[in-house]
């Protein structure tokens, strides 16, 4: 994790993660939809970044965010930063209690279907990564 008295800034190559709490953003092919991506009825999107996390840190993090909603987590949506600024986003740092690699992408239209517009877009270049089964 992130040094929580010192977060740098977010960069461009940096990969950031969308947790999925519901099964309607994933498709049966396991992409995902766009609307694991629109940030309504929020003005930023929650991502954490995967700088400095373990694979264990960053599903433990999701994990909480579900148990917090009392949703399911089916999995995350990975996506690098540089494919969030090429759609005039930005991505900044913004750390949280118990997750100092909280950020959030700023800059959404305001209007749903232009928000729409730029989630398809987003999802078509995230990956989708399933929950690791828990074992026994």
């Given at each position: 994790m992130i040094d929580p008295a010192n977060v740098p800034a977010v960069t461009e190559d940096e990969t950031v993660a969308r947790y999925v709490l519901s099964s309607r953003h994933v498709r049966p092919n396991g992409t995902l939809k766009p609307d694991?991506?629109?940030?309504?009825?929020?003005?930023?999107?929650?991502?954490?970044?995967?700088?400095?996390?373990?694979?264990?840190?960053?599903?433990?993090?999701?994990?909480?965010?579900?148990?917090?909603?009392e949703r399911t987590l089916y999995g995350r949506g990975d996506v690098v930063v540089s494919s969030?600024?090429?759609?005039?986003?930005?991505?900044?740092?913004?750390?949280?209690?118990?997750?100092p690699n909280h950020a959030g992408v700023c800059g959404w239209p305001l209007e749903k279907s232009a928000q729409k517009t730029i989630a398809q877009q987003v999802a078509a270049v995230a990956?989708?990564?399933?929950?690791p089964i828990a074992e026994a």
């Amino acid at each position: 994790m992130i040094d929580p008295a010192n977060v740098p800034a977010v960069t461009e190559d940096e990969t950031v993660a969308r947790y999925v709490l519901s099964s309607r953003h994933v498709r049966p092919n396991g992409t995902l939809k766009p609307d694991a991506f629109i940030p309504h009825p929020y003005v930023d999107l929650s991502v954490t970044r995967h700088r400095s996390t373990t694979e264990d840190e960053l599903w433990s993090i999701g994990d909480e965010i579900a148990r917090e909603r009392e949703r399911t987590l089916y999995g995350r949506g990975d996506v690098v930063v540089s494919s969030l600024i090429s759609h005039s986003l930005t991505v900044k740092a913004d750390p949280i209690p118990r997750n100092p690699n909280h950020a959030g992408v700023c800059g959404w239209p305001l209007e749903k279907s232009a928000q729409k517009t730029i989630a398809q877009q987003v999802a078509a270049v995230a990956v989708h990564v399933s929950r690791p089964i828990a074992e026994a």
